[in-house]
Structures are given as structure tokens and as C-alpha cells.
């Protein structure tokens, strides 16, 4: 329990010892309503006490969460890493070399020769097209 749900419940007591006294006759009708205020006062921060309270364990569950995703992120980042390097590592030395000292050359003669194999497959996938033709006017209940 934290303080505030400790104050809020009494608040709620004193509170509900003010509203009683007064009920019996003994204080005024503003000593009754003062009571009655502190006691609404003391159930709303008792209420935010227990909303505080669920949202601490919500955040902790999420952190924990999330703490557990990264670490299984960097684990397979980790085996994805060694296997990649374990490829390069079969290569012959001159491509293996080549390619850890300008990864970003690489890359674009990758894409290179990928737009030229695109470009010798077009004419296969031709007859594969889709041409949407326009209705030469709307339709009537349009």
C-alpha cells in the first residue's frame, strides 16, 4: 500500500466522524458538510492511490517486457552476424576482402546486376501485364 491509499482511507474516517457528530446534533450543518467533503476527498485520493499503484506494476510489466524483446533482438542479431561472417569467411580471400572493405560498393553492384536480370526477364513477363482499361462512360445508376 502506499500513502496515498493509507491517507485517503483516513481522510474517509474523519471524514465519516465529522458527518455522525454533526448527524447526532451535536456541530452545525457546515461541520456535517465538511465531513462529508474530507470523506469524498479521502475515497478520490484512496481511488488515485490504487490507479498509481496499478500503473507502477503496468510500467514494470512493460519494462520487463521489453528488457526481454531486446535481448532476444541481440541474440539473434548476434547468430545472424556469425553466420554471415562465417559465409564471407568461405569466400575466396580477394572477394571476402573486397567485400568487408567497401560494403557499400558492394551493395550497388548487387543492385546493379539486379536491375540488369530485371531487365533480360521483362520481355518474359510481358504477356503477365494487367492494363486496366477506363469504361468509355460511367455507369447509368451512377
Not at 59 to 74: I, M, P
Not at 88 to 114: C, F
Request: charged fraction near 25%.
Amino acid at each position: 500500500m502506499n500513502t496515498d491509499i493509507i491517507s485517503g482511507k483516513v481522510k474517509q474516517t474523519v471524514g465519516n466522524a465529522k458527518f455522525e457528530q454533526a448527524k447526532q446534533g451535536i456541530d452545525t450543518v457546515s461541520k456535517a458538510l465538511e465531513g462529508k467533503r474530507e470523506e469524498v476527498s479521502g475515497v478520490a485520493q484512496e481511488t488515485y492511490g490504487y490507479v498509481k499503484e496499478k500503473a507502477q506494476q503496468v510500467v514494470g510489466n512493460l519494462s520487463t517486457k521489453t528488457d526481454e524483446a531486446k535481448r532476444k533482438v541481440d541474440t539473434h542479431l548476434n547468430d545472424y552476424n556469425n553466420k554471415l561472417a562465417a559465409a564471407a569467411d568461405q569466400l575466396p580471400g580477394d572477394v571476402n576482402y573486397t567485400i568487408t572493405r567497401y560494403p557499400w560498393m558492394t551493395i550497388v553492384a548487387v543492385l546493379a546486376l539486379g536491375l540488369v536480370i530485371g531487365f533480360w526477364l521483362k520481355p518474359c513477363f510481358k504477356k503477365y501485364q494487367y492494363k486496366y482499361q477506363y469504361p468509355a462512360e460511367p455507369p447509368q445508376n451512377f
